[in-house]
């Protein structure tokens, strides 16, 4: 039975640039709760070391039931499209050079599972995985909070957004030529009218 592997590299060190605390014991795993800006802070700052966790967990789910197929995968850029999804989720003001950001990461990322002579299959199971991981992670490091709740929200709506844009730039050269030199304006458009939607309360100080 063949049991995937994610190859990766650069192993990280955790850091905590927001100023979390973690307690021991039983109860909250945080000191003070923090807020969803200063999760993205983190999450942005320290990129390598959370992709390096979350690539660690993507391991460990391969390596048991119901043993996830995940073919080799070059994971060298998953850095900026964590970085680029939590900076354009995790804030309260819809930007649209950072949208743009988002979208054009989130684009290049299927170009390059294409290049790499990877299927369309393999962008789906790495987002699934990187939900997966990256929520666990996220209660590890922050604590199972309603902060943590909303952050893993937004990241996993801006997740979704970017598996669609992948899968955009995988099949980019399948797509007539208006459709795909249109898809980063569209894309983008679309991400903003989502961010318009939430309520800046949520994203705290």
Same mark, same amino acid.
């Given at each position: $039975?063949?049991?995937?592997?994610? &190859?990766?590299?650069?192993?990280?060190?955790?850091?905590?640039?927001?100023?979390?605390?973690?307690?021991?014991?039983?109860?909250?795993?945080?000191?003070?709760?923090?807020?969803?800006?200063?999760?993205?802070?983190?999450?942005? &700052?320290?990129?390598?070391? !959370?992709?390096?966790?979350?690539?660690?967990?993507?391991?460990?789910?391969?390596?048991?039931?119901?043993?996830?197929?995940?073919?080799?995968?070059?994971?060298?850029?998953?850095?900026?499209?964590?970085?680029?999804?939590?900076?354009?989720?995790?804030?309260?003001?819809?930007?649209?050079?950072?949208?743009?950001?988002? !979208?054009?990461?989130?684009?290049?990322?299927?170009?390059?599972?294409?290049?790499?002579?990877?299927?369309?299959?393999? !962008?789906?199971?790495?987002?699934?995985?990187?939900?997966?991981?990256?929520?666990?992670?996220?209660? &590890?490091?922050?604590?199972?909070?309603?902060?943590?709740?909303?952050?893993?929200?937004?990241?996993?709506?801006?997740?979704?957004?970017?598996?669609?844009?992948?899968?955009?730039?995988?099949?980019?050269?399948?797509?007539?030529?208006?459709?795909?030199?249109?898809?980063?304006?569209?894309?983008?458009? &679309?991400?903003?009218? !989502? $961010?318009?939607?939430?309520?800046?309360?949520?994203?705290?100080?």
């Amino acid at each position: $039975m063949y049991r995937g592997r994610i &190859e990766y590299r650069r192993p990280g060190k955790y850091r905590d640039p927001a100023g979390f605390g973690r307690q021991t014991g039983t109860g909250a795993a945080l000191v003070q709760e923090g807020t969803v800006r200063s999760i993205r802070r983190t999450i942005c &700052e320290d990129a390598p070391a !959370v992709v390096d966790r979350v690539l660690a967990r993507w391991q460990a789910i391969c390596d048991r039931e119901p043993w996830w197929r995940m073919e080799h995968v070059d994971a060298d850029h998953l850095n900026e499209l964590v970085r680029a999804t939590a900076d354009a989720a995790l804030r309260d003001d819809p930007d649209e050079g950072i949208a743009r950001h988002f !979208v054009a990461t989130a684009l290049a990322h299927g170009r390059d599972r294409r290049t790499d002579g990877h299927r369309d299959t393999v !962008v789906h199971q790495e987002f699934l995985l990187l939900r997966r991981a990256l929520r666990d992670d996220l209660k &590890e490091q922050f604590g199972t909070t309603p902060v943590t709740h909303r952050a893993m929200t937004r990241l996993e709506t801006a997740l979704s957004h970017a598996e669609i844009a992948s899968l955009h730039g995988f099949h980019e050269l399948d797509l007539p030529a208006e459709a795909a030199r249109n898809a980063p304006d569209r894309l983008s458009r &679309e991400w903003l009218r !989502v $961010m318009a939607d939430w309520p800046p309360e949520d994203i705290g100080g």
